[in-house]
């Protein structure tokens, strides 16, 4: 029911970063908030390569039970302040539907990611914060199944939603997952919604993320999310994925070169 495709807005009401077809909006950040001056040193890396929102896990869904799982309330405080300081509006996800109210205290826009892309319950809640909401694709979903969970968030209202492809699984163990890049103007052609990019998670490897990156932008994404960190060797979360120093700088020169608006 939306002929024109959508613009998301996100932030505080003046400083508000859009997401949509008019502009290409670059998010960066940690995989996992670890500590305060871990977010800070990676927020300014983000801010450097001219990324316009904050990423940072504070409460993460790791496959394995024994893998670090957030900071949980903590993170949230220190990504909230870390925002503050660098004047990134922050995106943090939310894995369960009673965190929701504190999470959405703390960040300007609700990350659920690719293994609760089919959690309804969290879908309704978080379509119930009065926040944007940043849909991953579960790696297991198809195309209409994401769109569907993107319906469980607009059936309560909130129409401030972005896709978000980040691979997903098929029988190719060269990559973790497949970046499915034809899900862009697939979902384009059917939907208004503003569909970003996650190279970090679809790869799982620092050397995949820009040319993830270039064909995103190639393919007509809106945006990009990407994983940074100050010491990747011992980051607590995917750290083989995480860019820092020349792999940043080679995105933040191929993010201004190739799209028309940063
Ligand atoms: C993330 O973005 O931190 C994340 C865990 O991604 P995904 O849900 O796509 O695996």
């Known amino acids: 029911h939306h002929p024109d495709r959508s613009t998301v807005h996100v932030g505080e009401p003046g400083a508000q970063v859009a997401i949509g077809p008019d502009t290409f909006t670059l998010i960066a950040g940690p ?3 670890e500590s305060a001056q871990q977010t800070l040193e990676a927020a300014e890396m983000a801010r450097a390569a001219g990324a316009r929102l904050l990423r940072g896990g504070a409460f993460k869904s790791r496959t394995s039970p024994y893998s670090f799982q957030g900071l949980g309330p903590q993170g949230l405080e220190i990504l909230a302040d870390i925002g503050r300081a660098t004047g990134l509006p922050v995106v943090t996800e939310v894995v369960d539907a009673r965190d929701v109210a504190l999470v959405a205290e703390h960040a300007h826009m609700l990350q659920v990611g690719a293994r609760n892309m089919a959690n ?6 978080v379509g119930d914060a009065g926040r944007p909401v940043l849909l991953k694709r579960g790696m ?3 195309v209409e199944e994401w769109l569907m969970a993107a319906e469980y968030v607009a059936q309560r209202g909130n129409l401030d939603i972005v896709l ?4 997903i699984r098929t029988f190719e163990p060269a990559t973790r997952n497949t970046l499915d890049i034809s899900a862009v103007p697939v979902v384009q052609a059917s939907s208004h919604l503003p569909v970003i990019v996650d190279p970090s998670h679809a790869g799982g490897r620092r050397d995949l993320v820009v040319p993830l990156s270039r064909a995103a932008i190639a393919v007509g994404a809106d945006g990009l999310l990407v994983d940074v960190h100050p010491d990747p060797e011992n980051a607590l979360c995917d750290g083989p994925q995480a860019l820092v120093g020349a ?3 080679e995105l933040a020169s191929a993010v201004r070169r190739l799209t028309p608006v940063v």
């Open 120 to 125: 309804f319950g969290l879908l309704q809640a």
């Open 247 to 249: 792999d940043l700088r």
């Open 31 to 33: 995989c996992a908030v």
């Open 140 to 142: 297991n979903s198809t």
């Open 164 to 167: 978000c492809e980040r691979g």
